[in-house]
């Protein structure tokens, strides 16, 4: 089992910046892939960034440029990392965003979200 705690998210203005992070807990070293997804009320929820356990990233269209994602194991090595560095951030930003790791047996975990808000 694995565990994702989301924190960051919040409310900026256009053309700021926020740095949404994701601590994973429990089997960690079972996760292969982690990601950040949104999803807007009445819609599927929607890759927003990937990255593998070998690093290799793979981002959508409206997130390319701006975004970055990136991950690490804590001191510890207790906790899987992984972090949404999201610059020059647009109204159409907003959405409620969500930590996903999958495990080498593509079984899938979320987080609970969090909610970042661009005002104009």
């Known amino acids: 089992q694995v565990q994702l705690v989301e924190s960051g998210g919040g409310l900026v203005q256009a053309g700021g910046s926020l740095r949404l992070s994701c601590a994973a807990s429990?089997?960690?070293?079972?996760?292969?892939?982690m990601g950040w997804y949104r999803q807007a009320p009445g819609k599927q929820r929607e890759l927003v960034a990937e990255?593998?356990?070998?690093?290799?990233?793979?981002?959508?269209?409206s997130a390319k440029d701006r975004f970055t994602i990136s991950r690490n194991l804590s001191r510890d090595n207790v906790k899987n990392m992984v972090y949404l560095q999201m610059n020059s951030l647009k109204p159409e930003d907003a959405d409620v965003y969500y930590c996903?790791?999958?495990?080498?047996?593509?079984?899938?975990?979320w987080g609970q979200g969090t909610q970042v808000t661009v005002s104009s």
């Open positions: 996903n790791a999958k495990s080498w047996t593509n079984r899938g975990y």
């Open positions: 429990g089997s960690i070293f079972s996760i292969n892939n």
């Open positions: 990255i593998t356990s070998g690093g290799s990233t793979k981002y959508a269209d």
